[in-house]
């Protein structure tokens, strides 16, 4: 019943990269003044957040980058964020349903990167983690070449966390016999359903504790204990 | 005519290299007080210009760098870093030089990602798109390792455009049959034209607008739409 | 005498893995306010600390990741994140034992970078530059995705001095004959002893200088010479 040659239909990564294309020109449109972005800022953001997932995934497995294989991704992202650009006052009012999406896409990519991993034969915890590196991945590039503090690093946010359950659910039901395409779909739903209850109910985890009670300091100090 | 086993000189490689060494330490030395970099810095920056573009050229094609499989790449791009340091003070003096150099270096990283991707076999699209991350990546991991605003991400710069531009020519000509080494020269210098055109004129792109009229923002404010 | 067939062994890798992550977690623990993490964050920085160096010494050797092919690492990386960041209090008041054990492990990782690098054939220059970035490359994704100063790109550091001398000793006693067992040895034992060295008597690189006399700006000023 398990289907290892499982393929990511090409219409299916092609959604996911052009839904990324649009989150990415939205982000874009939100800077204003001296952050403020030309239109090859707004692609650049659209390409990463759609393709960035998918070329994070692939070095980490080591295989040459799918999405460079053909004209289609590139395209589509390209096309996806000038839309997004263009239409970014419309969106905007569609603001529940764009957060919908994001949550669908991060199901879509992390659950493209569970299974690719695992279809490569790599063991359950790296193919959990690619799945989730996949997923959050070109938020991470698009913080980094923005500049901005990386939004997953810090409390206040369930997003790795809903990506990382989803290709656990996945990579578990595989583990236990399921074919990959309904573990596929359970795990993009749990992803789904995750990060939508994060939004709507505000929930994050709790901050890092010690065991042992100690004097907390009070202002925002960042000294790293062990200066390299 | 068209030569699909062309192959990039190392001397040109090496020169590539070379001018991006001096390049980066002549932007290291620009650097004082807290942010003062050691010699050490300065070689760091050498090499990322120098040779940071072929690395991400060759990430994304999926092959081993070709960089570093020769002591050549490591030793030109050093010595050009410390040679570039000693004598920055000559070396500002002849900005105007610098800057030209510059554009032809950008012109030389974009062909030779270009056109190795093209004899690889990938397509257009991803051909053009690797072939200007290897014109700018250098510029981008250089400015992410220092803690700057990523240069071409902002308004004012018509840099990835001129790599882009000069790659696309590139790659039409090429799929127009045009032999590959007479793509590229015309590609360089199609890059290297609209470069010093964009600096001389000070000409850059228009800021990203949306089809329907908004009220301005004023004021410099960088929220997102979609927190992740 | 030389054996090409050298293999790192899984627990000295796993070793340095776990102290990585480790040192990640005290990092992290050094954080509060509006910069704190969460528990997640906590692991992914141990992830990055002890796994990073890894990953980016395999893309440069242009080979699947060896920390992604089983489930070990990502387990160990995990849980010495975990255990860290739970008895952050005690491993605080073991300050000298942490920096010992750090110089250590830029140490191990560099020598199995530089030691991987010329079995699978690579020049010496190259396979120096890779074991350096395999030691001190967990440490700049960390401040990368940290949003702080790379600390290797500032004066005041012999971190990746260290690395760098130890990795040219080991490939040094090797082109000169040392079985690769004895030359990583002695490699790992220089980077140490320098690293700990530097840091009892606060020793730094000189700040760079232009064999040129030249006014000194005063007031931090980081204007790039060549704006791209």
Redesign the interface.
């Known amino acids: 019943m398990t289907e290892p040659q499982f393929v990511i239909p090409l219409w299916a990564d092609l959604t996911a990269v052009g839904l990324g294309g649009v989150?990415g020109a939205?982000?874009?449109?939100?800077?204003?003044?001296?952050?403020?972005?030309?239109?090859?800022?707004?692609v650049?953001i659209g390409?990463l957040i759609g393709m960035g997932g998918g070329?994070i995934r692939?070095?980490?497995?080591?295989?040459?980058?799918v999405?460079?294989?053909?004209?289609w991704?590139?395209?589509t992202a390209t096309s996806a964020a000038l839309v997004g650009?263009?239409?970014?006052?419309?969106f905007?009012r569609l603001?529940a349903a764009?957060?919908g999406l994001?949550a669908v896409v991060i199901g879509l990519f992390g659950a493209f990167g569970t299974s690719k991993a695992l279809v490569l034969g790599?063991?359950?915890?790296?193919a959990i983690?690619?799945g989730s590196c996949a997923a959050?991945g070109g938020?991470?590039l698009r913080d980094?070449?923005?500049?901005?503090?990386?939004?997953?690093?810090?409390?206040g946010?369930l997003?790795?966390?809903a990506a990382a359950v989803g290709c656990a659910v996945l990579a578990g039901a595989t583990a236990l016999g399921a074919p990959i395409v309904v573990a596929a779909i359970v795990g993009i739903a749990v992803t789904t359903v995750i990060r939508l209850l994060a939004v709507v109910f505000d929930i994050?985890?709790?901050?890092?504790r010690?065991?042992?009670r100690?004097k907390?300091?009070?202002?925002?100090?960042?000294?790293?204990?062990?200066?390299?």
């Open positions: 989150q939205l982000f874009a449109s939100g800077f204003r003044g001296r952050q403020r972005l030309d239109p090859l800022g707004v650049i390409i070329l692939d070095l980490l497995l080591g295989v040459p980058p999405t460079l294989q053909s004209n991704y590139l395209m650009m263009l239409l970014s006052n419309i905007q603001n764009i957060i994001d790599l063991p359950i915890v790296p983690f690619i959050v938020s991470i980094v070449i923005m500049g901005l503090p990386v939004a997953i690093m810090h409390v946010s997003y790795a966390v994050s985890l709790p901050e890092q010690a065991l042992h100690r907390v300091a009070v202002e925002t100090s960042s000294i790293p204990i062990v200066k390299p």
